[in-house]
């Protein structure tokens, strides 16, 4: 029997409509009160949101460029693999496993326990109990083998959108803030590590757009055709995210945002009433609900991955057949995650202290991934690739420079919050799991 291949059925307005669903999620409604506390300019606001859709322009069309050369179900822990070898990939996937997809699930179980709680609060811990509650309710779902289908998916994905333009309406119905016009942009420069920190928030909500570059196996066209889509989504993205900024900004003032930890909600309750308000709640759950169970989903395979490829983790490989779910994988992936959700209730903010703890791991990982690209083409040249990235050398070189300087801001911010030990000992753990994998397999 013949291996079946990708057929070039989507067309690009059903890939950008595609790329545009996967990369909007619960971060909108959180990041940007983040952005203007660290970045206290509203000129510089609006820079490093654009900086961010210029990074995740750049890294998709890298990954466009592997994904298409390179078509694996195993995505960045193979391109790592065919670039440097088992011993990289697997302190990657083990990252994916301890850190990153563990990490995610817990700042998105944070902006649910934020906003669902102004809904239906359970006093002073609601929003943590909130977190714990989800992590645990949709890890039984997808145990249970429960999966959403696309229809819903895609229901869902409206309801986020419309709780966007309910925002854009709301910062224009309120009338504007007087912060909001008198001070000139640009009136203050935060230090260069600050604007690191706060293009990580952005690129935070960006995220996504590494998922989405698969879709070009499955585009109708050319290689132009492909970059025509990543294009368009990306300006589409732009635009939906600094109307969001400016209408927050708009209606509550620079440092009414930067000081809310519901500032779209806020919003929305000044422009239409409470009501409107708990609303708000129930759509940027759903936002957090969609994405909180794709991470799940996407991370449980990374470690399923992880027990097939190495004998001694064989137990993170078994699959529950009858339920087409990787049962233990997901057990693992929610013990992490509910730990991380101890640890973030220690801090001021659960999802600030998600962010410290994974960033600095994702960056630096993402950065190899980059420049995996230079490598390849100088190992295996005669490999036909479908796609090239633009302006080689130059993209990949800039998206390596860039995912570089936002691991030394990240680390450096997670330094100052004393959030980095716990990283890098999970990092360890990983060296030292390898090793002991070596000693047993000998």
Known sequence: MTQQEPKNLLTPIGAIALIVGIVI???????????????????????VWVVGALVSLMGALCYAELCTAYPHAGGDYHFLYRAFGRHISFLYAWSR?????????????????DYFGQVWSLGTYS???????IVILLTAINVLGVNASARLQMFLTVFEVLGLVAVIVAGFVVPTHPTADSTPFFSSTPPLAMLGLALVFVLLTFGGWNESAYVSAELKGTSSTMVRVIVISMLTLTAIYLLVNIALINGLGLKGLADSKTAASDLIGLAFGPWAQKALGVFVAIAALTSINATMVVGARSSFAIGRDWKTLRALGHWQGERGSPTHAYLFQTL????????????SDGFSAMVEFTAPVFWGFLCLVGASLFWLRIRDPQRAKPFKVPLYPLTPALFCLACAYLTYSSIGYAMSQNAIHVSVLLLFSGSVVLAFIHWREK
Request: charged share 5%.
């Open 25 to 47: 999620g619960a971060g909108i409604f959180k990041t940007p009160s983040m952005v203007a506390g660290v970045t206290g300019d509203v000129g510089w606001v609006i820079v």
């Open 336 to 347: 992490i995650s509910l730990a991380l959700i101890t640890l973030g209730t220690q801090e």
């Open 97 to 113: 496993a301890t850190v990153i997809n563990p990490g995610s699930i817990a700042l998105l179980a944070f902006v649910f326990g």
């Open 127 to 133: 929003n943590a109990i909130w977190a714990y509650t």
